[in-house]
Every structure is written in structure tokens, then in C-alpha cells.
């Protein structure tokens, strides 16, 4: 599981050294994708092969899921962890979450997200009260 919020720096040529309790679960090697939000997604190579099973029973006579499907294997790349505990985003990658040096990693219990550090900001302070509103609303008899 992957928890928690981390702030690293992305250095000159696009590498970002993971958080230290995220590493030997992503030792494997992740895929990187555009995620939501206009954040990075990175998923362990078995965790994305999982997600990519189930997509791929979706038909692909459905535009919509036709659509999404060329759309994650486009913006998809995979990366190997180096001996440091760093991977390389692609200057497509940054330029489509608006990276620059300072970045925060958030843990999403399945996989990791890479975000902008104003834009989760943003992101953080306008969703709180739905976070609230939505354990009120739909998950508080399931927890």
C-alpha cells in the first residue's frame, strides 16, 4: 500500500528520487501515465498489467473505451528504479502535470501520484470538505 505525502525535488534532467518506504515495492521497475487532474499516475508494473486486464474486457466497439485505451497506452512509459531510488520523468510527462523542482508524491493506496506542488495545493484545500461530505454520504455505513 502506498500512503502518505512526500515532497522531493525534481532535479535538471527530469529525475525524481522516490520516497524511501515506496521503493521496494516499485523495485520491479513502474509505468508512469497521465493521471487525473492533470497529475502523473505510477503504478508497479503488475499493479498497471492488472488495471490494463481489466480495461482491455471493456469492448473496443465502445468509442468511449477506445478512446481511453489508446489514450493510456500513448501516455504511458515504463521506467526501471535506479541504484539512487530515482526515476526519470519524460519532458512529456512534465510538461502534461506542470512539473517543475518542487513536486509532491502522494500515496493513493494502489499507486502513487505526482502532482504540481501549487496544484495540490489547490487541490488539497478545495476538495477537503467533499473528502468530509463523501465519507458522510456514501462511506460511513461501510466504515
Aim: no cysteine.
Amino acid at each position: 500500500m502506498f500512503l502518505g505525502t512526500y515532497t522531493p525535488k525534481l532535479d535538471e534532467k527530469g529525475r525524481l528520487t522516490l520516497p524511501a518506504k515506496f521503493r521496494e515495492a516499485l523495485s520491479g521497475g513502474v509505468m508512469v501515465s497521465k493521471g487525473q487532474d492533470h497529475s502523473l499516475a505510477v503504478y508497479t508494473r503488475e499493479e498497471f498489467a492488472e488495471r490494463v486486464r481489466r480495461l482491455t474486457e471493456a469492448s473496443r466497439s465502445n468509442p468511449v473505451a477506445r478512446s481511453y485505451i489508446r489514450q493510456l497506452g500513448a501516455g504511458t512509459d515504463e521506467q526501471q528504479v535506479d541504484a539512487q531510488g530515482r526515476i526519470t520523468l519524460s519532458a512529456e510527462h512534465r510538461r502534461y502535470a506542470n512539473l517543475g523542482r518542487n513536486v509532491v508524491v502522494n500515496g493513493s493506496i494502489e499507486f502513487i501520484e505526482i502532482w504540481n506542488d501549487e496544484a495540490w495545493a489547490r487541490y488539497s484545500s478545495e476538495s477537503e470538505q467533499s473528502f468530509s461530505d463523501a465519507f458522510d454520504e456514501s462511506l460511513g455505513g461501510i466504515l
